[in-house]
């Protein structure tokens, strides 16, 4: 706490110092970036307006050796994002997942998060943020999480698609660089404030959006201050339905021996082989998210240079998200319990659909379940970075940098309650329409429906917590041997350091103090207003009876009580969250950069270049070690060489071809590292995970091609091809094995509804062989400026990306099985379209972004082949009008179709997870000085 409020102090006074410094001495104009080049003379050329930011990020594009799209700031500005996943969407090649509605994490080529790397002025880090349980909950990999910062804070997105030797290793598909605004890259004073409301239309409230730039300049040049900061609050809601994957027949025991089905006997219901056995949602449900988020931001940099040839930079960039999620869900949990749950239920009619699903059905004995939950869940990042440009000489330079960053999430609130009916009678489902139909047979609405019972209803008490620092040190020289000929060198080092923790109740989550009807009655409340927007089927209900929590923790002493009392590694179900990863990264590397201006007729240019890294990684965990659980402790080694090449030939003035190839690694999820175990019981689910020290990092050798036609200012026509043999590839293997066969004592279950028999899904990650991804992207980008009248201020961006992949994945422990499915998180299309308009006075533009359907896991559990998202399709949209010069009104639109949230399980597309969180608009107004 003393550390926050002293970081909070100091970010307070280096607000004041820098707000006092840019409005004091000068006079303050309108927002006129240039050039970030350190060592570049300033172009006399004057930046304005959306079309003329398309431009300067299509020249960064044109002029790299690599492969490397950017955004610049205007572009940021104007586009109806909510944060930098939905800003870098619009780059070819890269599409995103949303969480709540909003972009969380993205892939570029179709390789997921996990092989995508994120750097913040030039150094590598990692935000960590938590999402509901059906969205991926706590990020605890390497994974970017987007949605702490506001796009507001940044001034330049890039993303390379192509390795160089200079750029440290660690992604497969791309590395994402974030840019904050600095002052030197202004010409004048500068100052603009923005202000905006945000509606949510399925939530149904207004909240603000604040942000605000200054900077300023000594007359000279020589010395400048910046400061931006950001401020939003959202208030969404998010609700569908949620089923929690499908089960075969006879898992968890099997149904009720009177089951009847027409045409089945019950050997053929209760069947125990998955791939004949027919199969049932495991847990159908309903659920409702009510968020509530508040986005603080603020990005600071001075510039000093106190010679022509020398350029000083410190940069600084915090953020915090504060969150609270209250929900409520109505379950059928008796389809995923054994012992007093399935084997209890009988299914009394039924329909099967052609792939041996039970699509619909009546029950009885069926055991329903409500649910509260109340999450806090906390981010703050922050991060500082020096860096130092020298000129020696004309032909002599060079550059180093040092910095430090932190991620630290906390979720020091998470409660759940719930309340059971018990082997209820008359249940239905249907699930022949794509929302279900889930009938329970009592009132629901109803407190005399409910009880409290110990032994069945649960208290979950589990606060927990994630932590990220990077460490960077690095520099290189630059040697201009001859005209057109550039030696460079380098060396980097960089500390990764991970921590979790969590805690959870010692005596046990079914243990609770039970409670009379009419003591139950007075600490529960009534759901109501379910499913708008979601054209919810006749008879599934949209209201229904939850515990009040505030009412558990003043009457049922929830938080008091001894026997809700919480540990963290001395219990059994939270020590294996006690998880520490060091890695520290050294690299060496070497590059020769070249522009000749005839190789057979033909001006190339390009690098060619060898990096040399080594990774030492120690990580800990707790194990079973025969009746103990004790600490263990990893550590290894490895070193690889990663060579990289990029040529570009200008075949004329307008086109030019590129080629690159490369090797690439990189590493294992950072929690994946542990060699300890985590045990977890809740509701009906039943899991152990397991870590693995000894992972290779994934792989890959990449060829890429691409052709590039500028036929006018402002405007693109390329096409690329890429080629990655992805080798030494790490996935997640998850297996059903009984509890008594893990070799871990009875007494972990203690307290919970699981017995040794029961079935518990084994997770671990493994090495396999790998596969080959390959694609190709289309980019366009025209403005209409050669078009008559009023059809010349019209211009559209468009870019499609194709990609499919054949990766090996492994389906039993000893590596004897295995199926080829594609690269998960892999969207075989994405496609991103804009069309604009724009004079001086009034701006509109209409954006659609396509993903289609990807992998989550594979293989999945209980039977299924794999697990995955549906297709998405998103629509936005934005206008603005000058009032003044310095005044432009503004309405943005986001998510105007209402996208759903559509996840599947197996090749059947059986129903997972079907939410919506509704539209998103803002209205706003921007000021510039």
């Known amino acids: 706490m003393n550390g926050t409020t002293n970081r909070c102090k100091a970010i307070l006074s280096l607000t004041t110092a820098i707000a006092t410094i840019a409005l004091a001495p000068h006079g303050l104009a309108q927002a006129d970036p240039v050039s970030p080049q350190a060592d570049a003379p300033v172009a006399d050329i004057v930046v304005t307006g959306f079309r003329a930011s398309l431009n300067n990020a299509l020249a960064i594009k044109r002029n790299e050796t690599a492969t490397v799209d950017a955004i610049k700031a205007e572009d940021i500005a104007e586009f109806p994002d909510l944060n930098l996943a939905e800003s870098l969407q619009r780059i070819p090649g890269v599409a995103i997942s949303r969480v709540n509605g909003e972009g969380r994490n993205i892939s570029v080529r179709g390789l997921g998060p996990e092989y995508t790397r994120v750097r913040i002025n030039g150094m590598e880090a990692i935000g960590t943020s938590g999402g509901t349980d059906n969205s991926g909950g706590v990020n605890r990999g390497r994974g970017f999480d987007f949605n702490i910062f506001s ?27 974030l840019q904050t605004s600095r002052p030197l890259d202004y010409r004048k004073p500068t100052a603009v404030l923005s202000a ?60 009720n021996a009177a089951s009847t089905l027409p045409g089945y006997t019950i050997g053929q219901i209760n069947n125990n082989n998955p791939d004949t056995a027919l199969y049932h949602p495991r847990i159908p449900g309903l659920v409702s998210y009510d968020i509530s988020q508040k986005r603080l931001g603020a990005a600071g940099s001075v510039q000093f240079k106190p010679t022509d040839r020398t350029l000083i930079s410190i940069d600084g960039l915090y953020s915090r998200l504060d969150g609270t999620r209250k929900e409520a869900q109505l379950q059928a949990i008796s389809f995923s319990r054994s012992g007093t749950g399935k084997p209890q239920t009988i299914i009394r009619d039924g329909v099967v659909d052609d792939n041996n699903n039970i699509v619909s059905g009546r029950f009885d004995n069926v055991d329903l379940r409500s649910q509260a939950r109340y999450d806090v869940l906390k981010t703050e990042f922050y991060q500082f970075t020096g860096s130092i440009d020298h000129q020696f000489t004309d ?49 629901v609405a109803n407190p005399a429906t409910w009880s409290f019972i110990n032994g069945t209803s649960e208290v979950r008490i589990r606060p ?33 350091e991970y921590g979790s923790t969590e805690r959870r109740r010692l005596s046990g989550e079914t243990v609770v103090a039970p409670l009379t009807a009419a003591q139950l009655a007075g600490m529960t409340t009534l759901f109501s207003g379910f499913g708008k927007g979601l054209n919810v089927p006749a008879g599934t209900p949209t209201a229904w009876i939850v515990p009040n929590l505030d009412a558990f923790i003043a009457q049922g002493g929830i938080y008091t009580d001894p026997r809700y009392a919480t540990g963290g590694i001395e219990n059994a179900t939270a020590r294996g969250s006690y998880i520490n990863v060091k890695e520290e990264d050294v690299g060496v590397w070497g590059m020769t950069q070249f522009n000749l201006q005839d190789i057979a007729g033909v001006p190339i240019r390009g690098d060619i270049g060898l990096r040399y890294v080594k990774t030492d990684q120690f990580s800990t965990g707790y194990a079973s070690q025969g009746t103990a659980i004790n600490l263990v402790t990893a550590d290894r080694s490895y070193k690889r060489w990663l060579p990289s090449l990029n040529l570009v030939g200008n075949i004329t003035d ?145 870019n499609y990306t194709y990609v499919t992949s054949n990766i090996e994945y492994l389906t039993s422990a000893s590596g004897a099985t295995s199926v080829t499915a594609p690269l998960v998180g892999l969207s075989k299309q994405a496609a991103n379209a804009t069309l604009y308009y724009e004079d001086k006075k009034f701006q509109i533009r209409g954006s659609v972004a396509y993903r289609s359907k990807y992998l989550t896991a594979v293989p999945g559990t209980e039977g299924n082949a794999y697990n995955g998202t549906n297709s998405t399709l998103n629509v936005d949209a934005q206008a603005s009008y000058n009032l003044t010069e310095k005044m432009k009104i503004s309405i943005e639109a986001i998510n105007l179709t ?32």
């Open 654 to 798: 307008t086109l030019q071809v590129r080629f690159a190839a490369a090797k690439t690694l990189a590493r294992a999820g950072i929690a994946s590292l542990t060699p300890g175990g985590n045990l977890n019981v809740s509701g009906g689910n039943r899991t152990y995970s397991s870590g693995n020290p000894d992972l290779k990092p994934t792989s890959s050798k990449n060829l890429d091609v691409s052709v590039e036609w500028y036929p006018m200012p402002g405007a693109i026509y390329a096409i690329s091809g890429f080629r990655k043999d992805i080798g030494s590839f790490a996935q997640t293997l998850s297996v059903g094995v009984p509890y008594s066969s893990l070799g871990l004592p009875d007494a972990l279950l203690n307290g919970t509804t699981a017995s040794p028999g029961d079935i518990f899904i084994v997770s671990q990650p493994v090495n396999s062989d790998g596969g080959i991804l390959k694609g190709f992207e289309v980019n366009v980008q025209q403005p209409f400026s050669f078009l008559p009248g009023v059809f010349a201020n019209f211009g559209v961006m468009a």
């Open 898 to 929: 209402d996208t759903k949230n559509d996840q599947f399980v197996d090749e059947t597309n059986r129903l997972n997870v079907l939410t919506h969180s509704g539209r998103q608009f803002n209205f706003g107004v921007r000021y510039s000085f």
């Open 395 to 443: 032909r002599l330079k060079l550059f180093a940098m040092g910095g430090y960053a932190s991620s630290e999430f906390t979720n020091p609130i998470q409660t759940t309650v719930t309340i059971d009916a018990i082997n209820t009678g008359n249940f239905q489902y249907d699930f022949s329409t794509r929302f279900p139909n889930i009938q329970p047979g009592v009132d």
């Open 151 to 177: 796009s507001d804070l940044f001034s330049n997105l890039s993303v390379r698609k192509t390795a160089t030797a200079d750029v440290e290793e660690g992604s497969l598909g791309g590395t994402v660089d």
């Open 196 to 255: 905006a409301a945000s509606y949510n239309d399925l939530r149904q409230k207004t909240t603000p959006r604040l942000s605000g730039l200054v900077a300023t300049q000594t007359d000279d040049g020589r010395f400048g201050v910046l400061l931006s900061v950001a401020y939003e609050e959202r208030r969404i809601k998010e609700e569908g339905a949620n089923i929690t994957r499908w089960s075969y027949g006879g898992f968890n025991n099997g149904f």
């Open 464 to 496: 927990q917590s994630v932590s990220n620092a990077f460490t960077t040190a690095k520099g290189h020289v630059e040697w201009e041997a001859i005209d057109g000929i550039t030696f460079k060198a380098g060396l980097d080092w960089r500390r990764f």
